[in-house]
């Protein structure tokens, strides 16, 4: 059979309409499109009709010159726009970017990556510039080992002793999270690693981290309805963040260890 092609070949080169194929046509169809073919040889070395659309590279039919005639072309996109403003003012909402497509995929060239992305964003003051939104700061958290380390610090002078143990825990629901955090490898945050969008998340609240009057800790949500998206942030690495919703209130934290958190 290869002596046979090899001959073909050269009977092309003596005879031009001998190999007919997509180049002589000048074909080169997107998807499938049965009125894309010729009358030559095919790759299975059979002669009759091939085809110069995409869809020959799956049913095995395509003319022997279609990978030379109809060379694939991958999606190319330009650069992303610039992140637009938020959607709407003093409560969580989401900003938009985008990019262009600068050359569409063809010849089964690979597709056209992701063309829009939203992030979540918040606006703290009114179109008529008033201070607002103050509800939804984000809250700061870290690996709830630093705990230990912190414990060990000089206390406030702003707190007495009798109030050391006014901590509470807040439980979360995490809606999504930047893929920046199954990045962190580093020793002191490899922890961000075990965020994950659907999970129940402890965060406890402790001195210092509480406010002594208050004796709040800032971006608990705790005055959310349940319903609001709120905002969190990776102490370490400001490009891990995300949002989640507020599930309860309880005395102490119960997660798992890799799902246990506090506010900084």
Not at 207 to 212: H, K, Q, T
Request: charged content about 20%; overall charge positive; glycine content about 8%.
């Amino acid at each position: 059979m290869r002596t046979l092609w090899m001959a073909l070949c050269a009977l092309a080169r003596l005879w031009p309409g001998a190999l007919a194929g997509c180049a002589d046509s000048g074909r080169c169809c997107p998807g499938r499109d049965p009125a894309c073919f010729v009358h030559g040889w095919r790759l299975d070395r059979v002669y009759g009709t091939c085809f110069c659309d995409q869809a020959c590279l799956i049913t095995g039919d395509c003319c022997f010159d279609y990978a030379r005639a109809c060379p694939a072309r991958p999606c190319l996109v330009g650069e992303w726009s610039p992140w637009s403003g938020c959607a709407d003012r003093c409560r969580p909402t989401a900003r938009v970017r985008r990019r262009a497509v600068r050359q569409e995929p063809r010849n089964g060239g690979a597709p056209c990556p992701v063309l829009e992305e939203r992030a979540g964003c918040l606006e703290y003051a009114t179109a008529q510039g008033q201070d607002c939104g103050h509800a939804f700061v984000p809250a700061f958290i870290t690996s709830s080992a630093f705990n230990k380390e912190r414990t060990r610090q000089v206390a406030s002078p702003q707190w007495s002793t009798d109030i050391e143990d006014a901590g509470y825990c807040m439980e979360f629901k995490t809606e999504s999270l930047t893929p920046h955090c199954a990045l962190e490898n580093r020793p002191l945050t490899r922890w961000m690693q075990y965020l994950r969008e659907g999970y129940t998340v402890c965060v406890d609240c402790q001195p210092p981290a509480m406010n002594s009057v208050s004796l709040r800790c800032s971006g608990d949500g705790l005055d959310s309805d349940g319903n609001q998206t709120l905002r969190w942030q990776a102490v370490g690495s400001p490009r891990c963040q995300g949002t989640w919703k507020k599930v309860r209130r309880v005395e102490r934290c119960s997660c798992p260890a890799v799902h246990s958190f506090i506010f900084i």
